[in-house]
C-alpha cells in the first residue's frame, strides 16, 4: 500500500468522533449540492434576474465545496492516491472559485443594495402616477364640453345660451354670425369637426398646458311658428340656425368617429324640436295673456259703452218730458192769443211764433223719435184704423200749401184698397206726409200724384232690393203708395244718401226748406219697422222724382166685436158745426158741474135738459132724446144700473137714445164697465168743447158703435 | 181810465190767476162757452158756484162737528165741492178736495179739520179774486168796450 500523504490522524481513531464527522460531512455535502440546485430552479423560474453570471459562480463555489466535503468522507480511511489526487484538485478548484467569487461580491453587492433603492423609487413614483392619473381624470371631464349658440334677434351675433357646465364664460358672450368657421357649419347639415382655437370652441381661456380636443359642430335649424302649415311639415326654408359645440376633453386620445357625428347630427335635429316647442309654448302662453288682457280691454269699453247709452236715455228721457211740456205751453198759449182780438201785426207775429213752434215741435219729436228708434227700443201703436181716411187727412194737410204753390194734387186710391187697416196708423200718416211734403217742397210747378193700391205678388217681386220679398197672406196685406212729382229731380249719385241722417242736398235745398234733414232717414226706419221698403227713383235733375213705399198692413177682423176702434183725431171732415135743435139729456147731481155742461151743450147748439138723479133720468127719458150724457162719477147713484134700465125700456137699437159716460177716472176698468152695460161712449173730464164736438159728431155718425176719446 | 187800458189791466189780472194756479183750463172753456147767446154764462156759473159751496161748507163745519162723525157723508160733500170746483176750473179748491177726501177715507179726524180750514181759506180768496174780476168786466163795459172774454 502507498502511505497516502494525508496526515495520520494523532490519537486512535475514536469510532463515535469519526462517525459524527461522517455524518456532518455527509450532510454538508448534501447542503451544499441542493443549495445550487435550488438557486437554478428559482432563477430559472424568474424571469429577470440580472446576476445570473454571480449565480453560477456561486453554484460552482458551492458545489465545489460539497465535493471537496464528499471526498473529505473517503479521507477517514485508509484511502488510494486517486483519491488524494481527486480531493487535491478539488480542493484547489474550490479555493479558486471562492477566491474570485469573494472578488465578484466586491462589486455585486452595491450593485444589489441599489436595486433596493430602486425599487423604493419606483414605489413612489407609481404613488405620485397615481395622483397624476386622478388629475387627469377630473381634467378629462372638464375638457368634455358642449355648447349651444343661439343667434340674437338681430341676427348678426350668435349668443352663448347654454353650456355644460356654467362655470366660466357666463350666458350672453356673443360672437358675430359671420366667421367663415361658422358659415361652413350652417351651410352644411352634417356635422363637422372645426378648430379648437375658432371662437365659438374657445369657451375656456386656455390654459397653458393642455392641447384642446376635437372639437365639433352642428348647425340646428330654428324652426319658426310660421314654419308649421297644417298637414305639412315644417318648411326648412328657414335662414335661422343655432350652433351646437362639441368638444372633446383636452390631452384625450379620442377622436371623433363617423358614427359619433351622424349621433351628434340625431342630436342636433331633436335640440330643434324641442326649441321650436319651446318657442310654440311661449308663443301660445303670449298670445293667450294678451288675449286675456283684450278680453279685460273689450269688457271694460262694453261697460263704459253701456253706461254711455243709459246716461244717454236717461237724458232722452228727461229731455223728452221737460222738452215738451214748455213747447205744449207755448203753442197752447199761442193758440189761446190767436183766439183773441189782435191788431194785423200782433197776428201776424202770433201766427209766426205758432208756426216755429210747431216746427220746433217736430223737430224735437223727430230727434226723440229717431233716437229711440235707433235705440231699438221703438214699438208701433198697432190698431185699426181709416185707410181712406188717412190719405184724406195728408191731402187737406197739403192743400193749403200746394195751392200756394200753384201746384196740382190728385189722389188715387185703388178700388181694392181695403177701407180699415190694422198698423200704425200716425206713423204711417208721418211717411206719408214726409214723401209727399218732400215733393212739394221741392216742386216749383206741374203737380203731385198719389196712387196707393194693394201690392200683387208680380209688383213684390220687382221691387227693389230683390231680397225683399215680403208674402203677403190672408190677415195681411202690403200696401204700396207712389208719390210722383215733377219738380226739380234729384241727381242719381245722390240719392243713397237721402235716407242718411242729417245730409243735406245742398244743391237742391233752398234756405226755407226747413227740416233737420231726419224726415227721409225716420220714413225709413218706420217703414222697415213696418216690415216694408222705401226708395226714390229720379232721372236727373229736372226730371221729377218719384218716392214708392210698400209697408206690410193687417187686415181688421169683423167690426161688431167689442172692440174701441180708435178715432182719427182731427177730422174735421166729420165733425159737424153744430148741432142745432139736437134733443140731449144731461144727468149730473153737481148743480155747477150740470150748468157747465149745459152752457157747453147749448154753444153747440143743442136742447138740453138736465136731470140730477138716475131716478128723474129716467122719467125725463124719451124717444126724442138722441143722446143721454151720464155723469159717473156720483156716488150713491148707480149710473150702470140706470144705463141697463134705459137698455131695458128700449129694446130696438133706433129707438134707444145713445149713452154716453162723463167719467173723471182714466183706469180700464171703468172703461170696461161702461161697456159691459151697454154705453155708446165715454168722456173723459175735464170736459172741453172739442171733445164734446168730437165725441157728439163720432156718435151720430157711426151710429150705435161705441167710441171713446182718450184725455186729450 | 180808457178801455184798452181797463183791458189790458184784466188780461194781466186773468193771467195772475192762471199762473198762481187759481184757475186752469176748465176756465177757459167756460170762458169759450160764452157768447151772444149767453152773454153771461160764466158769471151765472161762478154765482152757482159760490152759492154751492157756501152751502156745501157749512153742511161740512156741522158734520165734523159731530162726536160720531159720519165720514160717509163728509166725503160725500166733500166729492160735490170737488166736482163743482173742477167744472168750474178752480183748481186750487180742487186740490185742497182731493186731500180733503184722503182724510176721510182715513177717517182722520184732525186732517179732515185742517183741509176743512184750508178749503174755507181757498174758497173765499178764490171768491175775492173772482169778484174782482168780474168787476173789472163790469168797469169794461161800462166804459163802452166789448166783452173781452
Given at each position: ?9 494523532q490519537?486512535?481513531?475514536?469510532e ?14 448534501l ?10 430552479y ?15 459562480q ?37 479555493a479558486?472559485?471562492?477566491c ?11 450593485d444589489?443594495l ?7 423609487f ?5 404613488a ?12 378629462e ?5 358642449c ?22 364664460n357666463p ?5 358675430p ?5 361658422i ?6 347639415n ?23 380636443g376635437e ?13 308649421f ?8 326654408s ?10 372633446l ?13 351622424e ?5 342636433a335635429?331633436?335640440v330643434?324640436?324641442?326649441l321650436s316647442?319651446a ?25 263704459e259703452?253701456?253706461?254711455a247709452i ?5 237724458f232722452?228721457?228727461v ?21 183773441t ?16 213752434s210747431?216746427?220746433?215741435?217736430t223737430?224735437?219729436?223727430?230727434v226723440?223719435d229717431?233716437?229711440?228708434l235707433e235705440?231699438g227700443s ?9 185707410l ?5 187727412e ?12 200753384k ?15 190694422v198698423?200704425d ?12 211734403g ?23 217681386r ?19 203708395v207712389?208719390v210722383r212729382?215733377?219738380?226739380?229731380g ?20 233752398t ?5 233737420s234733414g ?46 174701441f176702434?180708435?178715432?182719427?183725431r182731427g ?5 159737424l158745426a ?13 148743480g ?6 149745459k ?13 140730477s138723479?138716475?131716478?128723474e133720468l129716467l ?16 156716488p ?28 173723471g177716472?182714466t183706469d ?25 164736438r ?10 150705435h158703435?161705441?167710441s ?5 | ?10 188780461f ?16 177757459t ?13 160764466v158769471?151765472?156759473?161762478?154765482s ?13 163745519a156741522?158734520a ?23 167744472s ?13 177726501r184722503?182724510y176721510?177715507?182715513d177717517k ?8 176743512l ?7 173765499s ?7 174782482t ?17
Open positions: 500500500m502507498e502511505s497516502c500523504n494525508c496526515v495520520e490522524p490519537w486512535p481513531a475514536d463515535l468522533l469519526m462517525k459524527y464527522q461522517y455524518l456532518s460531512d455527509f450532510f454538508i455535502a447542503a451544499y449540492f441542493s443549495i445550487p440546485l435550488e438557486l437554478i428559482f432563477v430559472k423560474k424568474s424571469a429577470v434576474f440580472p446576476y445570473r453570471w454571480v449565480l453560477v456561486f453554484g460552482a463555489f458551492i458545489v465545489l465545496c460539497g465535493a471537496t466535503h464528499l471526498i473529505n468522507l473517503w479521507t477517514f480511511a485508509i484511502h488510494s492516491r486517486t483519491v488524494a489526487y481527486v480531493m487535491t484538485i478539488a480542493k484547489v478548484l474550490t479558486a472559485v471562492s474570485i467569487t469573494a472578488l465578484m461580491l466586491v462589486h455585486i453587492i452595491p444589489l441599489s436595486v433596493k433603492t430602486r425599487e423604493l419606483l414605489k413612489n413614483k407609481a405620485e402616477l397615481d395622483r397624476e392619473m386622478g388629475l387627469i381624470r377630473t381634467q371631464e372638464t375638457g368634455r364640453h355648447a349651444l349658440w343661439m343667434p340674437t334677434r338681430s341676427g348678426l351675433e350668435l349668443q352663448l345660451s347654454y353650456t355644460l357646465r356654467q362655470q366660466q350666458v350672453g358672450y356673443t360672437v354670425i359671420h366667421l367663415p368657421v358659415n361652413r357649419v350652417f351651410s352644411s352634417r356635422a363637422l369637426k372645426i378648430s379648437p382655437n375658432s371662437p365659438v370652441a374657445r369657451i375656456r381661456p386656455l390654459a397653458g398646458k393642455y392641447i384642446p372639437v365639433v359642430a352642428v348647425r340646428v335649424p330654428l324652426l319658426h311658428l310660421s314654419n302649415q297644417i298637414n305639412d311639415w315644417p318648411e326648412l328657414t335662414k335661422r340656425y343655432a350652433l351646437m359645440v362639441l368638444m376633453p383636452s390631452d384625450s386620445a379620442r377622436q371623433w368617429h363617423v358614427h359619433e357625428l349621433l351628434v347630427e340625431v342630436v335635429d331633436q330643434a324640436v324641442a316647442h318657442a310654440i309654448l311661449e308663443e301660445s302662453m303670449r298670445a293667450r295673456d294678451l288675449l286675456m288682457e283684450q278680453n279685460v280691454a273689450l269688457d271694460l269699453a262694453r261697460r259703452a253701456e253706461t243709459r246716461a244717454r236715455n236717461d232722452l228721457a229731455m223728452n218730458h221737460e222738452m215738451r211740456t214748455p213747447m205744449h205751453a207755448i203753442i197752447a198759449l199761442s193758440s189761446l192769443l190767436q183766439e182780438e189782435l191788431t194785423p201785426e200782433q197776428r201776424l207775429m202770433v201766427e209766426t211764433i205758432m208756426k216755429s210747431n216746427l220746433l215741435a223737430l224735437i219729436n223727430d226723440l229717431l233716437s229711440r235705440d221703438f214699438q208701433l201703436n198697432i190698431a185699426t184704423f181709416n181712406h181716411a188717412v190719405f184724406r195728408v191731402l187737406n194737410l197739403i192743400k193749403p200749401v200746394a195751392s200756394v204753390k201746384l196740382l194734387i190728385t189722389l188715387n186710391l185703388a178700388p181694392d184698397l181695403p177701407e180699415y187697416a198698423g196708423e200716425k206713423r204711417l200718416m208721418q211717411v206719408i206726409l214726409n214723401v209727399v218732400n215733393a212739394v217742397k221741392f216742386s216749383k210747378e206741374g203737380g203731385i200724384s198719389i196712387t196707393a193700391f194693394v201690392a200683387k205678388a208680380e209688383y213684390l220687382e221691387a227693389r232690393p230683390p231680397e225683399f220679398i215680403p208674402v203677403p197672406s190672408d190677415n195681411h196685406f202690403y200696401l204700396r207712389q212729382d215733377s219738380g226739380s234729384i241727381n242719381p249719385q245722390d240719392i243713397p244718401k237721402l235716407f242718411t241722417k242729417f245730409a243735406h242736398n245742398q244743391s237742391l235745398a234756405r226755407n226748406s226747413g227740416g231726419l224726415g227721409l232717414a225716420i220714413c225709413k226706419r218706420f217703414v222697415t219697422l213696418m216690415d216694408g221698403h222705401i226708395w226714390i227713383e229720379s232721372e236727373g235733375i229736372g226730371k221729377g222724382c218719384t218716392a214708392t213705399f210698400i209697408v206690410g198692413l193687417g187686415i181688421p177682423e169683423k167690426l161688431n166685436e167689442s172692440k176702434p180708435v178715432l182719427p177730422s174735421s171732415n166729420h165733425v153744430n148741432f142745432s135743435g139736437l134733443k140731449v139729456l144731461v144727468m149730473d147731481d153737481n155747477v158741474g150740470r150748468a157747465a155742461t152752457g157747453l151743450l147749448l154753444h153747440l147748439g143743442c136742447d138740453v135738459t138736465t136731470v138723479s138716475g131716478d122719467h125725463a127719458v124719451s124717444q126724442e132724446h138722441k143722446v143721454v150724457l151720464m155723469d159717473i162719477c156720483t150713491g147713484i148707480d149710473s150702470y144700473e140706470v144705463a141697463v134700465q134705459i137698455h131695458r125700456l128700449y129694446s130696438q137699437h133706433h129707438e134707444r137714445p145713445l149713452l154716453v159716460a162723463i167719467t177716472s180700464k176698468v171703468t172703461k170696461e164697465n161702461c161697456m159691459r152695460v151697454g154705453m155708446d161712449g165715454v168722456i173723459q173730464k175735464p170736459v172741453s168743447l172739442d171733445k164734446m168730437n165725441v157728439l159728431s163720432e156718435l151720430l155718425e157711426c151710429g158703435q161705441m171713446s176719446l182718450a184725455r186729450v | 181810465m180808457d178801455v184798452a187800458q181797463l183791458k189790458r189791466q184784466l194781466e189780472y186773468t193771467t195772475l190767476l192762471f199762473h198762481e194756479g187759481f184757475l186752469d183750463e176748465q176756465f172753456q167756460l170762458q169759450q162757452l160764452q157768447d151772444e147767446n149767453n152773454p153771461d154764462f158769471v151765472e156759473v161762478v152757482l158756484f159760490f152759492d154751492d159751496s157756501q152751502r156745501l161748507l157749512n153742511e161740512l156741522k165734523l162737528d159731530q162726536q160720531n162723525i159720519d165720514f160717509k157723508k163728509v166725503d160725500a160733500h166733500v166729492h160735490q165741492l170737488k166736482g163743482s170746483s173742477s168750474i176750473g178752480a183748481q186750487r179748491v180742487q186740490r185742497v178736495c182731493i186731500a180733503f184722503n176721510c177715507q182722520n179726524v184732525e186732517g179732515c179739520l185742517k183741509c180750514q184750508q178749503v174755507k181759506q181757498e174758497y180768496l178764490l171768491k175775492n179774486k173772482l169778484e174780476l168780474f168787476n173789472l168786466e163790469k168797469q169794461i163795459l161800462a166804459a163802452g168796450g166789448s166783452a173781452p172774454m
